[in-house]
């Protein structure tokens, strides 16, 4: 019993960067960020706040470049039949409340997972604003591809 639970505990002390790797499996919960500064009016965490209110959802990734914003998340299991509706319900909320914004939405996993990665390049320094910059406009360009 006192094998199983120091294992459990030992195991249970991941870092940050370990959260893009479980980000599929389980509620990551990450932190906005933005790659460089912009005059853009939108705060990140608004943002986050607003889409994590939707019931459907239960995981949200946002990353605010200098002129796009990236919102990713997460849908509950049971709701995945109804991507598309909660896709435009998550869009027109956002371009409701933002009107001057450029807000890419995805659903997809892997566009979550990416947003994750370079949050976790953001936290740790890996990436300077410049070339967080780039590589959000590479998720960007991913995410338009594949609609």
């Known amino acids: 019993m006192i094998l199983a639970t ?4 030992a195991c249970g002390n991941r870092d940050e960067a370990n959260n893009s790797r479980l980000a599929l499996m389980k509620t990551t919960n990450p932190d906005p960020v933005h790659t460089v500064d912009s005059n853009s009016k939108v705060s990140e965490q608004e943002v986050k706040e607003d ?8 995981d949200v990734a946002v990353i605010k470049g200098k002129k796009d914003v990236l919102v990713a998340y997460k849908v509950r299991h049971l709701q995945r039949f109804r991507m598309k509706a909660i896709e435009k319900k998550v869009t027109t909320r956002l371009e409701k409340k933002y009107p001057d914004a450029n ?10 997972l990416e947003a994750t990665r370079l949050r976790d390049g953001l936290k740790k320094g890996t990436y300077t604003g410049n070339e967080a910059e780039k590589r959000l406009q590479k998720i960007i360009k991913l995410q338009k591809e594949k609609t």
């Open 6 to 9: 120091l294992a459990g505990t």
């Open 51 to 58: 889409i994590a209110s939707f019931k459907e959802i239960y």
């Open 103 to 112: 807000f890419t939405v995805s659903s997809d996993y892997k566009i979550f």
